[in-house]
C-alpha cells in the first residue's frame, strides 16, 4: 500500500514561484507512473503531469513550460517545480501513484 504526503503549497503573486513536494512510502517499485493532478474550485480534477520513465516527464499543455516535476530517488519525494504562476493554476494539488491519492495542497495565485 502507497501513502503520499504532499506540502508546500501557499499564497502567491501572480508571475511567482512556488515547490510542491510529495513524499511517498509504502511498496515503491520506482517513480514511473507518478503524477500531480489539481483540482480549481467547482471545477473537475485534472491531469498535470506525469513522469513516464527516467527520461520522460509528460506535462499538460496549460502548465508547460512553466511547471517541472523532478524526483529524488533516495528519499522517494517527487516535486512540482511552478513558476510564472497565474490566478488560473490556483487549485489544490494531489499527489497520484498506483490507485493512491495525496490529502491535496492548495495553492492560490493571487495579488
Known amino acids: 500500500q502507497v501513502q503520499l504526503v504532499e506540502s508546500g503549497g501557499g499564497l502567491v503573486q501572480p508571475g511567482g514561484s512556488l515547490r510542491l513536494s510529495c513524499a511517498a512510502s509504502?511498496?515503491?517499485?520506482?517513480?514511473?507512473?507518478m503524477a500531480w493532478f489539481r483540482q480549481a474550485p467547482g471545477k473537475a480534477r485534472e491531469w498535470v503531469a506525469q513522469?513516464?520513465?527516467?527520461?520522460?516527464?509528460n506535462y499538460a499543455d496549460s502548465v508547460k513550460g512553466r511547471f517541472t516535476m523532478s524526483r529524488e530517488n533516495a528519499k522517494y519525494t517527487v516535486y512540482l517545480h511552478m513558476s510564472s504562476l497565474k490566478p488560473e493554476d490556483t487549485a489544490v494539488y494531489y499527489c497520484?501513484?498506483?490507485?493512491?491519492w495525496g490529502q491535496g495542497t492548495q495553492v492560490t495565485v493571487s495579488s
Open positions: 513522469i513516464v520513465s527516467s527520461t520522460t516527464t
Open positions: 509504502g511498496i515503491i517499485f520506482s517513480f514511473n507512473g
Open positions: 497520484y501513484y498506483r490507485d493512491a
